[in-house]
């Protein structure tokens, strides 16, 4: 079964960018969907963006435009790229598909 590990959190001022990756162990190819989500204190989990095997992404409106997911399948790999970071953006964000999903990356955005 393929395992993710996600990596680049860490804490970034407001406006300020970071970029996230998500490595699998295995072929990520074959996976049509694959997803970031987050969760803050006390929260629920809640979608970032969605990109398919052909490239086709979706965001949730608050994320319009200041994020952009993509995928490498020749090196197993999904990204999140995040810019104009905000404190309401902090949470831990998980990298996923159907019920496959990382430990998760703490995101902090903070002054």
């Known amino acids: 079964q393929v395992q993710l590990v996600e990596s680049g959190g860490g804490l970034v001022q407001p406006g300020g960018s970071l970029r996230l990756s998500c490595a699998a162990s295995?072929?990520?190819?074959?996976?049509?969907?694959m997803a970031w989500h987050r969760q803050a204190p006390g929260k629920p989990r809640e979608l970032v963006a969605a990109?398919?095997?052909?490239?086709?992404?979706t965001y949730e409106d608050s994320m319009k435009g200041r994020f952009t997911i993509s995928r490498d399948n020749a090196k197993n790999m999904v990204y999140l790229q995040m810019n104009s970071l905000q404190p309401e953006d902090t949470a831990v964000y998980y990298c996923g598909f159907g019920n496959v999903w990382g430990q998760g990356t703490q995101v902090t955005v903070s002054s």
């Open positions: 295995g072929n990520i190819f074959s996976i049509n969907t």
């Open positions: 990109i398919t095997s052909g490239g086709t992404t």
